[in-house]
């Protein structure tokens, strides 16, 4: 129906005639003469309708914002003092000699051009949202990244091979997708987590590089960067050890980086233990943009008398930390109390200051309800171990590892943000050498941090059976500015390492058959050496956008609370069809 798409005629077209077709952006109407600027995927293009063709002038005067229009016309230059040298068809127009109505459309709940719309309107009308020029950008971008991803494999000899969407529910750490089955009533296939376990079956197969862009199912709690769907680029090698993975995905990511963006990332990617990055940022997914670090004070802080530190200094499941602001004590009570409740969401029961009015005086020089419960030298240890300088301020954070870590690691990112210490650029990282187990002590056993299938550091299983709180794993997580982009690890190959696993996490022999029966057997038929890894798609491409929320790079996403405004999903089914999957509805519960 058309010859050119709207954005892309430009002065090269000059007297050439054109067939455009898209929706009216603008119309407007200028002393009898008609302009309207016509919009595609691909940008604007300004038509002019002049009242000589009567007939065309008077289908003009009746067309508003979205109606569809298909129009042919003459390429000509724009007079001087009208050119939008914004716009690369700004130096031209087309005079319409023939227009035609393709579909009127109805006053659009919002204007295109209006970047105060609320997100639930958004995502009700998402087609017209899907419409502006930012959302189109994004669909574009995200069509180029993965096209760069695939094209970057494909040159490394990986096969793209697909997996199943229904499959059977495995413990993987978030709450499975059910799926209930007609033809085996009683029975459930489960939405995959991830391809895990299929991908390891894969390098058991010979296949030796997969990839394939999956979509995985996650039924958890949502947040900006979480969606109960979303895509993964999935990757599995054979024959392979850790600097092989990182190697092949960093090349990968330079490639991407520099081919979509200019952007040249390090060549290696730093590299990190989980154990430096809990200790010096508080995250094991640190954003080394900003440089604000956490400083341990326990040892120095044991001894005080003052037992809100001295407690937690002496328990090693505890710590006692500060965190360091240059010029900190600009700040006033008011923004301290704001930051006292922020950490409080993390858990943490309040926030103890020192601001060092003048360090040089000594006490005196230093302002804090604290201060009267710490000796001279407890204080000049203090200052010493931070750096602290006169104007600086420091905060500290005192309690269980976990709370400390999180409260503290999440106000060092949002002090970065709030006095301007984030460096402009990009700062890849490795973080490797993760504990291969944590305790939970609600159901007083061990979980993997990964999951089970992550291959130990050390191959001694008696060590493993003896004390699984010391032993690190073969897992390394890809960070990116603060953001995890992909998490993989080296896979247990070994049937009775992976069963020994399984033991520790409380998974009996009969369990696991239940469960992991057919990877147990498979391994048990000669599985290679293999790892992988997996690189979340949407926060990628967030990233590399500027996006805030992964729901302005996903074409049609879900809610904070999982539904789909725009089909209103989750919704009803019939009696007839839950009878004929052996279910039976219960009445809601009145709410009290």
């Known amino acids: 129906m058309r010859s050119h798409y709207c954005g892309v005629v430009d002065a090269a077209f000059i007297d050439q005639e054109v067939t455009l077709c898209g929706w009216v952006h603008k119309r407007r109407d200028h002393g009898g003469v008609i302009f309207i600027d016509l919009r595609d995927r691909e940008g604007l293009i300004?038509?002019?309708?002049?009242?000589?063709?009567?007939?065309?002038?008077a289908i003009a005067e009746q067309v508003r914002n979205e109606y569809v229009l298909k129009i042919t016309g003459r390429v000509r230059m724009r007079p001087q003092g009208t050119i939008n040298e914004e716009l690369h068809t700004g130096h031209i127009e087309v005079l319409a000699k023939d227009l035609v109505v393709l579909n009127a459309a109805q006053t659009p709940p919002f204007q295109l051009d209006d970047d105060d719309v609320q997100e639930e309107t958004?995502?009700?009308?998402?087609?017209i949202d899907l419409r502006r020029p930012a959302m189109q950008e994004h669909m574009r971008?995200?069509?180029?990244?993965?096209q760069?991803?695939?094209n970057s494999l494909d040159d490394q000899n990986f096969l793209d091979v697909e997996t199943p969407i229904l499959t059977r529910a495995t413990p993987e750490g978030a709450r499975d997708y059910l799926v209930p089955s007609r033809t085996h009533q009683g029975d459930y296939f489960a939405l995959p987590q991830s391809p895990q376990l299929f991908k390891q079956i894969l390098?058991?197969?010979g296949i030796d590089r997969y990839y394939q862009f999956a979509r995985c199912f996650r039924d958890e709690d949502l947040r900006a960067d979480r969606q109960p769907e979303f895509t993964q680029l999935d990757m599995e090698m054979s024959f392979v050890e850790e600097k092989d993975i990182m190697q092949t995905t960093e090349r990968m990511m330079r490639e991407l980086f520099q081919s979509q963006m200019g952007v040249e990332l390090p060549d290696p990617f730093p590299t990190m233990p989980y154990s430096e990055a809990m200790l010096r940022y508080g995250s094991d997914k640190p954003d080394l943009r900003i440089d604000l670090e956490l400083v341990e004070l326990s040892e120095e802080l044991k001894h005080v008398e003052f037992k809100v530190f001295s407690g937690p200094a002496a328990d090693p499941g505890s710590r006692v930390t500060a965190l360091l602001v240059p010029e900190g004590c600009k700040l006033t009570r008011k923004e301290i109390d704001v930051y006292t409740e922020f950490v409080g969401r993390y858990g943490a029961k309040g926030l103890a200051y020192i601001k060092c009015n003048d360090v040089t005086l000594g006490k005196e020089g230093l302002q804090s309800p604290i201060v009267k419960n710490l000796d001279d030298q407890a204080l000049q240890s203090i200052i010493s171990k931070t750096g602290a300088k006169s104007g600086d301020l420091i905060f500290f954070g005192a309690g269980k590892s976990t709370v400390v870590s999180d409260s503290l690691g999440a106000l060092r990112v949002k002090l970065g943000h709030d006095l301007g210490r984030v460096a402009e650029g990009w700062r890849p990282l490795w973080v490797v050498d993760f504990p291969m187990f944590e305790w939970d002590e609600g159901t007083k056993r061990w979980h993997a941090l990964h999951h089970p299938f992550t291959a130990p550091s050390s191959t001694d299983l008696e060590q493993l059976r003896k004390d699984p709180g010391a032993a690190l794993s073969r897992a390394y997580d890809m960070v990116l500015n603060g953001t995890e982009l992909g998490g993989g690890s080296i896979r247990i190959h070994d049937a009775q390492m992976q069963q020994q696993v399984l033991?520790?996490?409380?998974?009996?022999e009969e369990e696991a058959e239940d469960k992991f029966g057919f990877l147990l057997k498979a391994l048990s038929y000669g599985a290679p050496p293999h790892g992988g890894i997996a690189f979340g798609i949407d926060r990628l491409v967030m990233l590399m956008a500027g996006a805030s929320t992964l729901r302005d790079v996903m074409a049609f996403p879900k809610t904070q609370s999982a539904s789909c405004l725009l089909t209103d999903a989750p919704g009803s089914v019939s009696e007839r069809q839950l009878k004929e999957l052996g279910l039976r509805a219960r009445k809601k519960e009145a709410s009290s």
């Open 46 to 57: 300004q038509v002019v309708i002049d009242p000589d063709t009567a007939e065309i002038f």
């Open 503 to 508: 033991e520790l996490l409380g998974i009996g």
């Open 148 to 150: 760069k991803l695939r």
């Open 203 to 205: 390098m058991m197969s």
């Open 122 to 127: 958004r995502m009700r009308y998402r087609y």
């Open 141 to 146: 971008l995200r069509s180029s990244v993965t």
